[in-house]
């Protein structure tokens, strides 16, 4: 994909999938604004991109005022603001007997309503300028249940929703919003289901990736970089006819009945 003048703030961009995308947008031609709560994460991956490339801008999501400044730092860096990929997210794990009102709510508000707050101030820009592609991340398990996941899963459905609802009333201005579904990715955010699964079942990380993969048709979870394509896709002019969809990039899953129901028994 050819991302050269494209001006791009990707929150999350410090870990994990985020980096991924910095280090592909910018390969591409982009310049771009990482943000994320970690300031140390962030400054790291600046550190392997070209100078030039990249700003950061130190920031959480659900807070109004660091959403103000992301927008506004990406802006002054970049001189305007194309693509808004919203990749931050957060997960608690625990069954809804078991998940405290305040993980809920912190999870609720990272996934959802950061996006919400980020759109919300970016969409303005886009409909002075004619257009724009906002990319949001959402998961296979926004379209299906996945083992002790309900905050991360419900959260997830919202997004697609919110994604969907943003196309229709912004469409008659050139932006086009769409959302891009991984099913597992091998991060940190994996992680936390992963190890508990692989410590239950007396065996390593990589024993725990091949049982909660072992139904998936391609029989793996995913790479960061396996992901990034997609969303660069989004991000470029080769997708201009392309707003409400959302992608599924789940290793086959979704065409299986992969209800998760092994993992669960096993997690409780």
Same mark, same amino acid.
């Given at each position: 994909?050819?991302?050269?003048?494209? @001006?791009?703030?990707?929150?999350?961009?410090?870990?994990? $999938?985020?980096?991924? #995308?910095?280090? %592909?947008? +910018?390969? /591409?031609?982009?310049?771009?604004?990482?943000?994320?709560? %970690?300031?140390?994460?962030? /400054?790291?991956?600046?550190?392997?991109?070209?100078?030039?490339?990249?700003?950061?801008?130190?920031?959480?999501?659900?807070? /109004?005022?660091?959403?103000? %400044?992301? +927008?506004?730092?990406? @802006?002054?860096?970049?001189?305007? !603001?194309? @693509?808004?990929?919203?990749?931050?997210?957060?997960?608690?794990?625990?069954?809804?007997?078991?998940?405290?009102?305040?993980?809920?709510?912190?999870?609720?508000?990272?996934? $959802?309503? &950061?996006?919400?707050?980020?759109?919300? /101030?970016?969409?303005?820009?886009?409909?002075?300028?004619?257009?724009?592609?906002?990319?949001?991340?959402?998961?296979?398990?926004?379209?299906?249940? *996945?083992?002790?996941?309900?905050?991360?899963?419900? =959260?997830?459905?919202? $997004?697609?929703? *919110?994604?969907?609802?943003?196309?229709?009333?912004?469409?008659?201005?050139?932006?086009?919003?769409?959302?891009?579904?991984?099913?597992?990715?091998?991060?940190?955010? *994996?992680?936390?289901? #992963?190890?508990? !699964?692989?410590?239950? !079942?007396?065996?390593?990380?990589?024993? &725990? *990736?091949?049982?909660?993969?072992?139904?998936?048709?391609?029989?793996?979870?995913? %790479?960061?970089?396996?992901?990034?394509? #997609?969303?660069?896709?989004?991000?470029?002019?080769?997708?201009?006819?392309?707003?409400?969809?959302?992608? !599924?990039?789940? &290793?086959?899953?979704?065409?299986?009945?992969? =209800? &998760?129901?092994?993992?669960?028994?096993?997690?409780?």
């Amino acid at each position: 994909m050819d991302l050269k003048g494209k @001006v791009a703030l990707i929150t999350g961009g410090g870990t994990g $999938l985020g980096t991924a #995308i910095a280090q %592909r947008f +910018v390969k /591409e031609g982009a310049k771009i604004c990482i943000s994320g709560r %970690r300031k140390e994460k962030l /400054e790291q991956v600046a550190k392997t991109l070209p100078k030039g490339s990249v700003v950061v801008c130190q920031g959480d999501v659900t807070k /109004e005022a660091d959403v103000k %400044r992301m +927008v506004e730092t990406t @802006v002054k860096f970049g001189g305007k !603001l194309d @693509v808004l990929v919203n990749n931050a997210a957060h997960d608690v794990k625990g069954n809804i007997t078991d998940l405290a009102p305040d993980d809920w709510r912190m999870v609720i508000d990272i996934n $959802l309503t &950061g996006p919400f707050l980020m759109m919300r /101030e970016v969409l303005p820009l886009m409909i002075k300028t004619k257009g724009g592609s906002i990319i949001n991340i959402a998961s296979l398990g926004g379209t299906r249940c *996945l083992p002790v996941c309900p905050a991360y899963c419900t =959260s997830k459905a919202g $997004l697609i929703m *919110l994604t969907q609802q943003a196309a229709l009333d912004y469409g008659k201005y050139q932006i086009r919003v769409n959302a891009v579904c991984p099913g597992g990715i091998d991060t940190v955010l *994996l992680d936390e289901m #992963i190890l508990p !699964l692989a410590e239950k !079942l007396k065996t390593n990380k990589q024993g &725990g *990736l091949d049982y909660f993969s072992k139904d998936v048709p391609l029989r793996r979870v995913s %790479r960061p970089e396996e992901i990034t394509g #997609i969303i660069s896709y989004l991000a470029s002019d080769e997708s201009t006819f392309m707003t409400g969809s959302a992608l !599924l990039i789940d &290793g086959g899953a979704a065409i299986v009945d992969v =209800s &998760g129901a092994a993992v669960s028994s096993v997690l409780g």
